[in-house]
């Protein structure tokens, strides 16, 4: 759309179990038994009052201040929507392209509009290129592993068959960035991650990035390395069902991409015979002056055709396929984070048979296995949230997209009509 993609309200937390599985028919019969988390990691209703922290002493906010979600195309500062007042804005926009001895790259101006105190400054504008975004993201795996970061469009593109330098690359490029910062500052904890501040607002990132940011990647180091040995014995049957549903979503989204790429391939095809086809009758126009009123009315109807499809096709592939890529790149982020979590399960299953394995009388767990079981009722709760918000964001990502595809093609074959 012209507009830009515009992100999506975000929800509250709630349980699993309190949404229909979305592979599920209607029928209670057909889903078959109500999922259960495993009973040693049901959350507890303390969890969600208090503050709760990793082994390394890095706190993990399960409560933080309201999200701030979408702009719908517009900065202002006391936008309200669902009862939030926004406090943050970001967009992505003017793209420049810098030629220099190395290397030739593009980059992009970030403009920051907020009231938060943890700004020093109301409004930030910095340039930011592909690589800064990619650093991002991956500081924000690092210090916020229980959490769904929202994917980058990929970064490679097959040589000679896409300009990554030309207009439309770098137009679609540019909205997919956009679209990923708004995902963050819709988010109520990535939004206030430090890493997400310093990208705003620094004006040399490289110094950042050099010094890099060690208190806060010991949290993401945690995790990463806790897999040792530890092998799941099973997942929770919500978990799992998130587990599946990921599968098979990815596996159709990725049939529909395919099928739509071979679509746009066989239109634009198509497109080139049309645009040889309809001046033949021009032509033949000239040649006949009996004929010539019929045969230009003909080479017009069929430049109209012409002009129709190009639009067409031009509409899917920046509008349509770009959320097809996303929302496949965003279900291995979920399975990714899904991952994590067994892992983290897996050693506070095994933490557990160590202790019933030494057979001594302790009056209490061990701080170890406690702070371990903390990080899975984490895990557990934060990844309840995002999968929530995520349906949601899809449910309305979708519904607009399909419902705006399904008028275009309306639009198009009232203009094919139209012209007959």
């Known amino acids: ?12 937390p709630k349980s699993l179990r309190e949404m229909p599985h979305p592979l599920a028919t209607s029928s209670s019969e057909e889903m078959g038994p109500a999922l259960t988390p495993s009973p040693d990691l049901l959350l507890p209703r303390s969890i969600a009052d208090k503050d709760l922290s990793l082994p390394n002493g890095t706190p993990v906010d399960t409560s933080s201040p309201a999200s701030s979600s979408s702009l719908l195309n517009r900065l202002q500062l006391d936008d309200d929507f669902d009862g939030e007042t926004r406090d943050l804005f970001v967009t992505v926009d003017d793209p420049k392209k810098h030629v220099c001895t190395m290397e030739t790259y593009i980059t992009y101006r970030v403009t920051t509009k907020t009231t938060r105190a943890e700004f020093d400054l109301p409004e930030y504008s910095v340039r930011r290129r592909y690589q800064d975004f990619d650093w991002l993201r991956n500081k924000l795996e690092e210090s916020q592993p229980t959490h769904l970061i929202p994917p980058l469009p990929e970064k490679f593109v097959v040589k000679g068959v896409v300009d990554r330098f030309s207009e439309e ?19 109520p904890v990535l939004s206030f991650n430090e890493h997400f501040n310093v990208f705003l607002t620094a004006k040399d990132l490289n110094a950042y990035k050099k010094q890099g940011m060690a208190l806060l990647s010991k949290m ?17 049957l919500e978990f799992a069902a998130i587990g599946e549903y990921l599968d098979t979503f990815s596996l159709k989204l990725g049939t529909i991409d395919r099928i739509a790429q071979r679509i746009i391939k066989e239109q634009l095809e198509y497109l080139v015979e049309l645009r040889e086809y309809g001046p033949v009758y021009s032509t033949w126009g000239g040649l006949e002056v009996e004929l010539s009123e019929p045969l230009e009315g003909v080479s017009a109807c069929i430049g109209n055709c012409c002009t129709a499809l190009e639009e067409l096709s031009e509409e899917m592939t920046e509008d349509f396929l770009p959320v097809l890529r996303e929302y ?10 899904l991952k994590k979590r067994d892992q983290v399960q897996a050693e506070y299953e095994a933490k557990l048979e160590a202790v019933a394995l030494k057979k001594e009388d ?30 949601n964001n899809k449910r309305q990502d979708f519904r607009q997209l399909l419902m705006g595809m399904a008028d275009k093609n309306i639009q198009y074959y009232e203009k094919v009509c139209g012209t007959a």
């Open 1 to 12: 759309a012209a507009g830009g993609p515009k992100p999506l309200p975000s929800s509250g």
């Open 169 to 187: 690359f770098v137009e679609t490029r540019r909205k997919a960035l956009d679209k990923f910062l708004k995902r963050i500052t819709d988010h």
């Open 220 to 236: 993401g180091e945690s995790v990463k390395y806790v897999t040792g040995g530890y092998k799941l014995r099973s997942r929770p």
């Open 328 to 337: 496949i790149l965003y279900s291995e982020s979920m399975k990714n984070v």
């Open 362 to 391: 302790r009056p209490k767990v061990p701080t170890d296995v406690e702070k371990c079981q903390d990080r899975v009722e984490c895990f557990n709760a934060d990844l309840k949230a995002d999968m929530e918000r995520w349906q």
